[in-house]
């Protein structure tokens, strides 16, 4: 655990905040979970090895006490688990809504079977733009660390496109670009042409401003035919959104009830996903359940195509479509075919598909390896050390951290909630596998 402390507040007295603050302490949960926050984080830090924290706190002199400003954390078994996910981190933050305002930074990754795997977390201002750069660093400090080509996708958030061009980007950065186009222009059927480029003469068609709208932004922010950093398929931060929806009733929780709702979550689900990967290993099963309905759902598209050989060693086909006649070329040797969406999800095509089956090959060689249950297991294979009771707690760096006097609510709004959310109270996203 290590901690910044910011003086940049000349009005701060450590005197007088205790003097405002603490005849409070009995009437608010909310400022007693200031003071709880430390030691909780401490503690988990004590029976989870390798579990990050990191502090920047204010205070007039570097004695006590303390006044919260930012806290950074993330789990070690989320860290081990980002070196067998794809290359790509998406993040957003959201709102918090208990007594004393601020956001909620979250990174998250995304494994082999297309389930979320929450990185790294953050409590901040609501209006410290530097915040941004504050979290991407301590995110490539201790996440990503040496692993490198990592695609951050995010909404277009002025804050963050600020800290990841100010000092040269150690990673791809792709904002939300479709929901932003659809804001400008307010068409469903215009951003879904978007997605495709051949679908810019429709779009020429139904609205030239927005043609050379998009033609003004390089092809590979909002197609996927031009990806050329291997960002799997995924051109918005969706996927982070959905945990976003998990988080919408721990939003109105004290301070330290929040970032105890984040450790219970990853909890359940290394619990739930570690079980799947052991036991799909020992079923003898060798990619993840997402991509296996996709390639069985491509199969019976495989069948419709009839192939032309031009070089067999090399594995360089013609795929004709018998009904549209349309062609498409596949190069086995290179792991090309011209349809695009090998490239781009990096599992094979219905192409692929038919000129492996024609000649009796094993299509499952060509399926990246971000995909097989060895990746899911070791994913999710480290685990969580329980926390005992807080009487068996170490003691933290502070004596009393005290909340951030400006994130005062001004108006009355739902009352914050004590009680720790569980599975029960929460509702999913259908549409998303997440657990």
């Known amino acids: ?211 050379q709208w998009l033609e003004s932004h390089p092809l590979d922010r909002w197609t996927l035919a031009h990806d050329g950093v291997g960002r799997y398929g995924f051109l918005t931060s969706n996927l982070l959104e959905i945990f976003n929806s998990v988080l919408k009733g721990a939003r109105f929780l004290p301070i330290t009830a929040n970032v105890e709702f984040t450790f219970y979550r990853l909890v359940h689900y290394f619990e739930v996903r570690r079980h799947l990967g052991n036991s799909s290993r020992a079923n003898g099963d060798t990619y993840t359940p997402h991509v296996l309905v996709k390639q069985v759902a491509l199969m019976s598209k495989a069948s419709t195509h009839s192939l032309r050989s031009f070089n067999r060693e090399k594995g360089i086909f013609e795929l004709i479509n018998q009904i549209g006649r349309n062609v498409q070329v596949v190069n086995l040797e290179q792991k090309t075919c011209t349809y695009g969406k090998w490239k781009v999800f990096k599992y094979i095509c219905y192409h692929v598909l038919s000129a492996c089956a024609t000649f009796s090959l094993n299509s499952w060689q060509y399926i990246d390896k971000c995909y097989s249950i060895i990746k899911y297991r070791d994913t999710w294979v480290s685990q969580f050390s329980p926390l005992p009771h807080e009487t068996y707690w170490p003691q933290s760096l502070f004596k009393e951290l005290l909340p951030n006097l400006e994130l005062l609510q001004n108006k009355k709004g739902r009352s914050s909630s004590t009680r720790l959310l569980n599975g029960m109270d929460i509702k999913e996203g259908r549409k998303v596998n997440l657990l």
Not at 28 to 36: L, T
Not at 50 to 65: A, C, H, K, Q, Y
Not at 87 to 114: C, F, R, S
Request: net charge positive.
């Open 1 to 211: 655990m290590s901690v910044t402390i910011s003086q940049e507040h000349p009005n701060l007295d450590g005197s007088l905040i205790a003097q405002e603050t603490k005849h409070l302490i009995k009437e608010q949960p909310s400022i007693k979970s200031y003071f709880a926050l430390p030691k909780f984080l401490y503690a988990v830090q004590k029976f989870n090895l390798g579990t990050i924290v990191e502090w920047l706190v204010s205070s007039s002199t570097n004695e006590e006490p303390m006044e919260f400003r930012r806290v950074f954390w993330a789990f070690s078994p989320s860290i081990k688990g980002f070196v067998h996910c794809r290359p790509m981190i998406n993040i957003d933050g959201t709102h918090l809504y208990g007594k004393y305002k601020g956001t909620m930074m979250i990174a998250m990754g995304v494994d082999g079977n297309n389930q979320i795997l929450p990185l790294a977390f953050a409590i901040k201002e609501n209006k410290a733009y530097d915040s941004w750069n504050w979290f991407l660093s301590y995110i490539k400090i201790h996440v990503v660390k040496e692993r490198e080509g990592i695609c951050l996708v995010s909404d277009r958030h002025l804050g963050i496109l600020k800290a990841v061009n100010q000092h040269g980007s150690p990673w791809y950065y792709l904002h939300h670009f479709n929901n932003n186009f659809y804001e400008k222009f307010r068409n469903s059927e215009l951003k879904g042409l978007a997605y495709r480029v051949r679908g810019q003469n429709q779009i020429r068609k139904l609205n030239p401003q927005a043609r």
